[in-house]
């Protein structure tokens, strides 16, 4: 099977439960089978030490992280990497990214 590349936001009073909301989120989207592409693949999940961007900044870091094949993240067994962002509404939250096999 390969891989895709996924990107996907969300809030949370913490990484940890805004991760598991977001795999619990694309899980109820596109299923459990196992090859989804979508970040409901990933167990971990890796926190960046990067400032805060908006949205659209972090998806191009990630990206550039992504083909530059950094291995904290350019791995569809190892862990969702995370980018701190700030919200349209000003409230901080992070983006998800990685490799997912489907």
Do not use: C
Request: glycine share 10%; proline share 4%; hydrophobic share 35%.
């Amino acid at each position: 099977m390969g891989a895709l590349d996924f990107y996907t936001t969300a809030t949370g009073t913490d990484l940890q439960s805004a991760f598991n909301a977001a795999r619990d989120h694309a899980a109820w989207e596109y299923g459990t089978s196992g090859f989804t592409g979508t970040i409901a693949e990933k167990d971990e999940v890796t926190l960046l030490d990067e400032p805060k961007r908006s949205e659209d900044d972090a998806v191009t870091r990630a990206k550039e992280l992504l083909n530059s094949e950094d291995p904290r993240v350019n791995t569809k067994y190892g862990p969702a990497g995370a980018l701190p962002i700030t919200t349209d509404d000003g409230a901080g939250g992070w983006l998800f990214f990685g490799l997912a096999s489907h």
